[in-house]
């Protein structure tokens, strides 16, 4: 098992980037949100890597992150996501907007990303429930609180508000607040604003 990947960055051709590793290039397939943050070519990088083997073919997926890993691999967990469906998720969003998404049960952001239809966007948000805080521990405390952020979300939805304005009202919301606090107070950012 490869798990991690340090030398130079000879080519970056998205998704695709090649590693020189002590003369040996190893040809990695990164997502979008790692893609923007490597260095230039010819510097040093280093790479958090997960190997797949398959009957066809050997790939070598690489993360700057190793909360991006975690995430990439619960992906992957899930029936009928495969490698590839797995790095446009983590290219359409960073693991905190994975992780946000789950946490408020967002199906509509989801569908957003290339290939992801409505009923992957709910069988990814179903299977991930509760699995990304044990992966992400920095989500942890957003996720924590999950059940609340979703309930208070669908009574935003109920009274006629957009995804939009829900989303952002809630942000507005002491972490921790109780369902009925977590309503009011998004119902006063929401009349601020109003």
């Known amino acids: 098992m490869i798990g991690r ?10 998704p695709q980037v090649l590693v020189d590793v002590g003369g040996v290039g190893y040809e990695v397939d990164v997502p979008m949100s790692s ?12 790479l958090h890597t997960h190997f797949v083997v398959r009957e066809d073919a050997q790939l070598l997926y690489g993360f700057l992150t190793l909360k991006e890993r975690s995430a990439f691999r619960e992906l992957i967990k899930i029936t009928g996501v495969g490698p590839k469906m797995a790095l446009a998720v983590l290219s359409g969003m960073n693991v905190d907007e994975l992780a946000q998404c789950v946490a408020l049960q967002d199906t509509a952001r989801l569908t957003r990303v290339p290939g992801i239809g409505k009923k992957t966007a709910e069988r990814l948000l179903l299977e991930l429930k509760g699995k990304l805080a044990d992966a992400l521990p920095q989500a942890g405390g957003m996720t924590a609180t999950a059940g609340v952020a979703a309930d208070a ?4 939805l109920a009274l006629g508000y957009s995804d939009k304005e829900a989303l952002l009202a809630l942000k507005q919301v002491a972490e921790g607040a109780s369902l009925e606090e977590s309503i009011r107070q998004a119902l006063k950012a929401l009349a601020r604003k109003g």
């Open 153 to 156: 979300l669908n009574a935003l």
């Open 5 to 14: 990947l340090s030398g130079t960055l000879l080519e970056k051709h998205p």
């Open 35 to 46: 893609f923007y943050n490597l260095p230039a070519t010819g510097e040093r990088v280093s």
